[in-house]
């Protein structure tokens, strides 16, 4: 578990972030670059409110990015903090927000120094996305839960390392449907719900769910679904 003496505060890939930076003058742009992500956007919310009384909340978004979801959970009723370590999109995250009126606390910050800053502070914690972007996926959870209270939920989500989420999430979505930027992805960065799980008992959560996400291109829109092949959610609880 991160700790006040073992904040690690390296845990990126510059390039990664440089990537997703370019994107952020687009990120709101339904029909732009992240058009798949504001599509999921809906799905992803109703599986943390289904699970999570929002209205009142304090949740944490890691790795907000533009901030899609940070003000879907606003828009709930929560209280979020959101964090991001691409200044570009963290810029662009506030700008919208304040033209949205969205009241989300947006911070250039890592996950494991604010473990270190606001230990047991949120009712639920949301890493969408991330974990297959970062060198230590196991560090980003260390830090998540002890962000947790007891009691609380940490959602995540992130694509298995299957034949069908390469077919599908690189080959399909990147380079023939061109619905993401060519380069997204790295297969060899994908997370098994094996590897996932074992990540999160190490850090003293309880696995409750793993239910599949289903991207449909047709409808430009995103459901859940019991086959976790290729884009997957999870929710783990910490114990009182």
Same mark, same amino acid.
């Given at each position: ?28 742009? !339904? ?31 890691v790795g907000c990015g ?114 993401? !930027? ?59």
């Open positions: 578990m991160t700790t006040d003496d073992t904040v690690r505060d390296d845990n990126f890939h510059q390039a990664e972030l440089d990537k997703f930076g370019a994107l952020a003058s687009r990120w709101w742009d !339904p029909q732009g670059p992240q058009k798949a992500l504001h599509a999921l956007n809906p799905a992803r919310l109703g599986y943390v409110g289904s699970r999570v009384a929002l209205a009142g909340a304090q949740v944490l978004d533009g901030g899609l979801l940070s003000e879907a959970l606003a828009g709930e009723g929560a209280q979020v903090t959101a964090i991001d370590l691409a200044p570009e999109l963290v810029k662009v995250a506030r700008l919208h927000g304040l033209e949205t009126g969205a009241k989300v606390d947006y911070r250039l910050q890592s996950a494991e120094s604010l473990a270190a800053e606001m230990p047991s502070r949120f009712d639920a914690v949301t890493c969408m996305e991330m974990l297959e972007h970062v060198p230590d996926p196991a560090a980003i959870i260390d830090a998540c839960a002890a962000l947790l209270k007891p009691g609380g939920r940490l959602f995540l989500s992130t694509l298995n390392r299957t034949p069908a989420a390469f077919a599908l999430a690189i080959v399909g979505a990147e380079y023939i449907a061109r619905l993401l !930027p060519t380069g997204t992805h790295r297969y060899r960065d994908f997370i098994k719900p094996s590897e996932l799980g074992g990540w999160l008992r190490a850090a003293g959560l309880q696995l409750e769910d793993v239910s599949g996400l289903m991207y449909e291109p047709w409808r430009n829109a995103a459901r859940l679904t019991k086959r976790a092949d290729v884009n997957y959610l999870a929710c783990a609880r910490k114990p009182e």
